[in-house]
């Protein structure tokens, strides 16, 4: 069985990110940039299934441009063998991103694509399922738990009221949580494997697919800001400003 | 100018949600139609035909639309899509799952988590865990649309006399090849996170599930939601239900008291737009601090049960 991975290069997310004055955006200069963390979730769980001896090849594909090669390469050092990049700006929409990836689905065949439940940039939560949807493909999204067997995936999703199990025929697609594994580290030895490694690098022309554009952002602000309030002393203090000052305690 | 939503039910009841979408709608139109997708969902549709804000409530009811399965809820929103220009519903685990979908089919980028309607096509939304707000403009035909229930009122019940379209199942789509094996869903007699006036959330510090029942104790108090940081939940001491964050839950309550958790972005995105936020942690620097209306440096477990009490005391 064959899974495509497919992944995003976001800021990462330990970095304060800023607003820039002008309001065109956030400010991406000299700013670590890593794997989205859901999508290396979905890696990892790639790499489990090939050890597991469910899957025998793990192909990582990005979107993006040729900065994206720092990302595929960290796939192909914790595990997946190989990658591939369609060259395109690096800020396209998830609905442009799915129609290059059906794409790339419909040249390598995988049984299992796996995507993060949502980049930590946009925040959308959108490309697996309108990836999904143009390929008609089943599909499980912020999956927790995964097995597979006799080409049917049993999968529990975290969903708002607690948790749901689904039965779903390969091939399928499958959106990450965060629970579903604790992804490991590269070891030295793999990073080093992992520069013979091959990366294809496409262009959306090849594939057929018009890199377009449906929304404009306008701007980008900074949200309203909150400031610190009053450190209080005792329980005593802090339900008293509850009850008189705040009003929010009868 | 015609308005789709969609509503968020679980067969029985209508989720309050549906009211801050159909707020969200009424912002773009007057005129809002509702989809009912489920299985013996009449009490659902009742509840929309009382609100008295739709001119149509659509229902789609059939077994499997009873599990709201991503494909099988599509195919019937796509049928309805062309007599509408704007297709909204929740920003929630249902509606993400869906949505991205039906705006694949229809062609159209879809916009997640709308916070603010400026016009008919420009909405705001939080990017990289609320510390930006973007504006966006879509250029397509039909705008699809997911709302952050918490940014927006409920609707005010109206007069409108809503009428109702029951769909002819033989249009139904094919279903899903998927199966539905199991739900297994939170039971609380405490209000849901999402829409309760206070919330009692706690992180790591807990330590264990059985301090949890500390802090539900606080929150039972106070009639109180419980929520939890994903550290929490990572842990094992609550279920995933209660994550509040970037990832998890998006709340707004009235008061939000944070005992034991540091304050990480993530987090603060799931909850610094409630009215009052009160930090409990025994690290002065902990960055929920700095966001905090009221701050307590203290041990948690030195001070939670003199809180219980005194609240216990004053009601
Ligand atoms: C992709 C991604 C998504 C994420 N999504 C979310 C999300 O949705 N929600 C979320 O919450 N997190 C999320 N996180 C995780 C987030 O970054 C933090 O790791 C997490 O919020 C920390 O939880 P915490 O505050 O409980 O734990 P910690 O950061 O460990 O904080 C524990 C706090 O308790 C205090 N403390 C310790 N003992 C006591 C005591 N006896 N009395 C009082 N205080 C005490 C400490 O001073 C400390 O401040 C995400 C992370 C990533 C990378």
Redesign the pocket.
């Known amino acids: 069985m064959k899974i495509l991975c497919a992944i995003k290069r976001v800021v990462d997310?330990n970095v304060n990110v800023v607003v820039k004055n002008d309001g065109s955006g956030i400010d991406l200069n000299n700013v670590k940039m890593s794997v989205n963390?859901?999508c290396e979730i979905g890696v990892e769980q790639a790499i489990q299934l090939k050890e597991a001896g469910i899957a025998d090849e793990i192909v990582a594909v990005c979107v993006g441009s040729a900065k994206t090669q720092e990302q595929v390469r960290v796939c192909l050092a914790l595990g997946a063998d190989r990658g591939i990049i369609v060259d395109a700006p690096d800020d396209l929409e998830p609905l442009t991103i799915a129609k290059v990836l059906k794409a790339v689905y419909t040249k390598e065949q995988p049984q299992l694509v796996i995507f993060g439940k949502q980049s930590?940039d946009g925040d959308n939560s959108q490309t697996g399922q309108v990836f999904a949807a143009l390929t008609d493909l089943p599909q499980a999204t912020f999956a927790s738990d995964l097995s597979i067997s006799d080409n049917l995936a049993t999968v529990v999703r975290e969903v708002d009221g607690g948790l749901q199990t689904l039965q779903v025929p390969l091939p399928m697609v499958l959106t990450t949580d965060?629970r579903l594994n604790v992804p490991r580290f590269a070891s030295l030895k793999n990073i080093m494997m992992s520069k013979r490694k091959q990366i294809d690098v496409l262009s959306a022309e090849e594939l057929g697919v018009v890199l377009e554009r449906r929304t404009e952002t306008l701007r980008v602000d900074r949200p309203p800001a909150r400031s610190a309030g009053i450190v209080v002393k005792s329980i005593d203090e802090l339900v008293s400003k509850l009850r008189d000052e705040a009003k929010v305690l009868p | 100018m015609s308005t789709l939503v969609i509503a968020d039910h679980d067969n029985s009841e209508l989720k309050p949600v549906t009211r801050n979408t159909l707020k969200a709608a009424s912002e773009i139109g007057d005129e809002i139609d509702v989809l009912i997708a489920g299985c013996e969902c009449s009490s659902v549709v009742q509840s929309i035909v009382n609100l008295g804000v739709a001119r149509t409530v659509h229902v789609a009811d059939a077994p499997y639309f009873e599990h709201a399965i991503a494909e099988n809820v599509t195919a019937i929103v796509v049928q309805l899509a062309p007599a509408y220009q704007h297709i909204l519903t929740a920003h929630t685990t249902t509606g993400k799952n869906f949505l991205p979908r039906v705006a694949a089919l229809l062609d159209v980028q879809m916009i997640s988590d709308i916070v603010e309607v400026l016009d008919a096509t420009t909405f705001k939304r939080p990017v990289y865990a609320g510390n930006g707000i973007a504006t966006v403009k879509s250029n397509d035909t039909t705008v699809v649309l997911s709302v952050r229930g918490t940014a927006f009122d409920p609707i005010v019940p109206g007069t409108l006399a809503t009428a109702t379209n029951t769909l002819d199942s033989a249009t139904f789509p094919d279903p899903s090849p998927t199966t539905h094996i199991k739900d297994e869903l939170a039971q609380s007699e405490r209000p849901e996170l999402n829409n309760a006036k206070v919330v009692v959330s706690g992180?790591?510090?807990l330590g264990s599930s059985e301090s949890f029942a500390f802090l539900e104790e606080l929150a039972d108090s106070l009639g109180a939601a419980v929520g939890a940081?994903?550290?929490?939940v990572d842990a094992g001491y609550v279920p995933n239900d209660m994550?509040?964050?970037?990832?998890?839950k998006i709340v707004a309550p009235e008061l939000y008291i944070a005992?034991?958790?540091?304050?990480?972005?993530?987090?603060l995105?799931?909850m610094k737009d409630s009215k009052v936020i009160v930090a409990?942690?025994?690290?002065p620097d902990?960055p929920i601090f700095q966001l905090a209306d009221y701050g307590l440096v203290?041990?948690?477990?030195e001070v939670i049960p003199e809180f219980i009490r005194q609240i216990k005391e004053g009601s």
């Open positions: 997310a963390p859901f930590i965060l | 992180g790591r510090a940081s994903r550290a929490a994550q509040v964050g970037q990832t998890g005992v034991g958790i540091s304050g990480a972005i993530q987090h995105a799931g409990i942690n025994n690290d902990a203290a041990d948690l477990f």
